[in-house]
């Protein structure tokens, strides 16, 4: 079910550097290095492919961003923000490599 835009707002207080962009939640990671980047997007689709739920995956160099969106409930619902707290942990761990 897509969350109202206050629910949005709320869930967004608990995820440092995330952005709401129209049907959109995103946030850029930085890396050490590219290497580190590809490896922490192997990572995230791990994540995506057990949850079946799958970002947009941008990398540039040492930076990767990320944005969530439910495409079948026609904006963002709890498994946007689920999957990007997950995300958070893992960046968080710097278990990447």
């Not at 939640?25 to 994540?47: L, P, Q």
């Not at 930076?63 to 709890?78: D, E, K, N, Q």
Request: charged residues 30%; glycine residues 6%; without cysteine.
């Amino acid at each position: 079910m897509r969350l109202p835009h206050d629910e949005i707002e709320r869930r967004l207080t608990g995820l440092p550097g995330w952005q709401h962009e129209d049907q959109f939640i995103r946030k850029r990671f930085g890396f050490a290095s590219f290497a580190d980047a590809v490896s922490f997007v192997n990572r995230v689709a791990e994540i995506a492919e057990r949850r079946n739920h799958h970002p947009f995956i941008s990398i540039d160099y040492k930076y990767v961003t990320l944005r969530f969106t439910t495409w079948h409930a026609g904006g963002l619902t709890s498994e946007d923000f689920d999957e990007a707290e997950e995300i958070e942990r893992l960046y968080a761990s710097k278990e990447t490599t």
